[in-house]
Nanobody, 123 residues
Framework: HVQLVESGGGSVQAGGSLRLSCAAP????????MGWFRQAPGKAREGIAS????????YVSFDLKGRFAISQGSAENTLYLQMNSLKPEDTAVYYC?????????????????WGQGTQVTVS
């Protein structure tokens, strides 16, 4: 069983920044992908960004590129999402996800492992 633990959510004023963290202790595979998704009330879960941990390739939603950035932490199996210039429409529950392999980085059905989610509220 793969456990993903997110942290760093909270409330922030528009224009502010937050950094989300995700830890996947004990996840042991040579190559895998980790990603961030979000789900606003009444909307489908959407992909924000993903990283191929094996080679470091990153993918970021076109609409969020320039404001959001994904990175790996120095500790093994840690992931960050830096969010800048936040807007009220960024309000959502943010999820960390992991998979051994994905065909589409933003395909939510591609990721079998999910964290519990962390709320981000922008006012």
């Amino acid at each position: 069983h793969v456990q993903l633990v997110e942290s760093g959510g909270g409330s922030v004023q528009a224009g502010g920044s937050l950094r989300l963290s995700c830890a996947a202790p004990g996840y042991r595979y040579d190559t895998y992908c980790m990603g961030w998704f979000r789900q606003a009330p009444g909307k489908a879960r959407e992909g924000i960004a993903s990283i191929d941990v094996g080679d470091g390739t990153t993918y970021v939603s076109f609409d969020l590129k320039g404001r959001f950035a994904i990175s790996q932490g120095s500790a093994e199996n840690t992931l960050y999402l830096q969010m800048n210039s936040l807007k009220p429409e960024d309000t959502a529950v943010y999820y960390c996800a992991a998979a051994h392999y994905v065909g589409r980085w933003d395909g939510r059905n591609e990721y079998p492992y999910w964290g519990q989610g962390t709320q981000v509220t922008v006012s």
